[in-house]
């Protein structure tokens, strides 16, 4: 078996990024990215609050050869995730895998294949969870996009990030592969409000919503996420159902979503289909489509096309680490 890569900053290997479902094995890879040429131009800081887990950190703006902003983080962080370190690596499951280390190109697939772009607004590095480096901060209408591609047609597999959700109660997207009234498979990440008879119900939880040829189904975090501190999120899609995970711990939440579009009963990850309202089975559908990902935004209310333009964004918070896998992995008890 081939040794995992394992980049700056990590402290050991970590069973999620060297084991899948279907195989122990993972292989070395490297992006071997070239930084832009950059120019120093202004400094901002950062500062999450001592709740968080997170400390203060300081940002300095650079400008690209290409003439995009982005932020080089000086600082060390610490997260309040369960997770004590954040091992990485590419092994032969994963289809693209996004880390946002380099200021000068946040985009950059580190399996090599998927680079992504600019979509809108101004992209800026900043203090990832503990082990991570530097992450994506998701500035005020900024939205990064990741052409179509056939390897991202998936029946089965799993998506997995690291989530700095911000102190709002505002809907917002995460990622997305979505369109206004498309029948193809696609999916959202995003943070909401569920209907429960206990707690909270503007607060924000986590839901994935997967549709696929006119039926559609959500699972979502029991509870709301914490504001300001770094939280793992791990999706398994297709056969033989979704799973979510947050920290490792599977969810099981049948609260109602609130959704962007409705037409989600329930929390429970079964098919909204009409025709099997008696007895609805899991969802099971996977990403057969032909739109393009967005990265802290949503093109959810665009009609279908390989070339939308986001229509909702993230706006505060961070993400890192958005890993792609052809294979569903074994996210319990990290």
């Not at 159902?241 to 099981?252: A, H, T």
């Not at 949503?298 to 993400?319: E, I, R, W, Y």
């Amino acid at each position: 078996m081939a040794a995992l890569v394992l980049l700056a900053g990590c402290a050991r290997e970590n069973p999620l990024y060297a084991r899948s479902e279907s195989e122990s094995g993972s292989s070395s890879n490297s992006s071997g990215v070239t930084p832009d040429t950059t120019s120093s131009t202004t400094n901002s800081s950062v500062s999450t609050g001592a709740s968080s887990g997170m400390v203060s950190s300081t940002t300095t703006a650079t400008t690209s050869s290409d003439g995009s902003t982005s932020g080089a983080d000086t600082s060390g962080s610490s997260t309040g995730s369960k997770r004590s370190d954040c091992a990485y690596g590419v092994d032969g499951g994963v289809v693209a895998h996004y880390r946002f280390e380099d200021p000068a190109q946040l985009w950059v697939d580190d399996g090599g294949n998927y680079d992504g772009e600019v979509a809108s607004g101004v992209p800026a590095s900043v203090l990832g969870p503990a082990g991570c480096g530097t992450a994506l901060g998701a500035t005020e209408g900024m939205a990064g996009r990741v052409l179509d591609a056939p390897a991202f047609d998936l029946p089965a597999g799993s998506i997995d990030l690291w989530v700095l959700a911000p102190n709002t109660e505002a809907q917002l997207p995460l990622l997305s592969r979505d369109a206004q009234g498309a029948v193809t498979e696609h999916v959202t990440f995003f943070l909401t409000s569920v209907t429960s008879p206990v707690g909270d119900p503007s607060a924000r939880h986590l839901v994935v919503r997967h549709q696929s040829m006119g039926t559609a189904a959500a699972v979502c975090s029991e509870d709301p996420l914490p504001p300001d501190t770094w939280v793992h999120v791990a999706y398994n899609f297709g056969p033989p159902r979704m799973e979510l995970y947050i920290d490792g711990v599977l969810q099981g939440s049948l609260d109602q979503p609130d959704v962007p579009g409705g037409g989600i009963p329930a929390c429970d990850g079964r098919t909204n289909d009409p025709e099997l309202v008696a007895d609805p089975p899991p969802f099971i559908g996977g990403l057969d489509t032909a739109m393009p990902w967005f990265i802290a935004g949503s093109a959810q209310g665009v009609k279908k096309s390989p070339t939308q333009s986001p229509s909702t964004f993230m706006d505060n918070g961070a993400l890192d680490e958005i890993r792609i896998s052809s294979v569903r992995r074994d996210f319990a008890d990290l």
